[in-house]
């Protein structure tokens, strides 16, 4: 869509003048508690290709529809997740951190899925979510107060082993 990096926060601004339901994207059927957003881009890819072939001006005719289709796919699909993993769990409280924190329709919809749901919600004011460092931070200084440490050996691991 030619939106500079990061996207998210402008998806967010377009997105709230626009239709959620003018274009429909599949959700991801993905098993267990896993969730992918694989399948959902390549959707997104298709549509825009084909879309654009049409009509070269159809991203900015459609900028705000857009956005607000495909963020509210992403979002009720990240709701759906949440409350099968709370149903499966038992959960009831729910926390939402971070950069995507800052995200004012999933804000909403956690808003409104956590009433439904009678969930304790906490999510931070927006001045906390824009950047993960100050939580990293945060997490380490307790680590640290605990002498929870670890040498230079350890090593992340993107996958379950």
Excluded at 67 to 88: D, G, N
Aim: aromatic letters at 12%; glycine letters at 6%; charged letters at 20%.
């Amino acid at each position: 869509m030619n939106l500079p990096y990061p996207g998210g926060p402008l998806i967010d601004k377009y997105g709230a003048t626009g239709n959620p339901n003018r274009y429909l994207f599949p959700e991801p059927n993905i098993p267990n508690l896993d969730f992918s957003f694989s399948g959902l881009k390549t959707s997104f890819l298709y549509f825009l290709q084909k879309e654009v072939a049409a009509n070269p001006a159809f991203v900015e005719e459609n900028l705000a529809d857009i956005c607000a289709s495909y963020q509210h796919r992403i979002v009720t699909y990240l709701i759906h997740r949440l409350e099968k993993a709370s149903k499966e769990t038992g959960i009831k409280t729910i926390g939402l951190a971070g950069g995507v924190a800052a995200n004012s329709y999933l804000r909403q919809m956690l808003q409104t899925t956590a009433a439904k749901n009678h969930w304790q919600l906490h999510i931070p004011s927006f001045d906390y979510c824009t950047d993960n460092a100050a939580m990293v931070a945060m997490a380490a200084h307790f680590k640290f107060l605990e002498k929870d440490f670890v040498g230079q050996d350890v090593v992340p691991y993107s996958r379950k082993k």
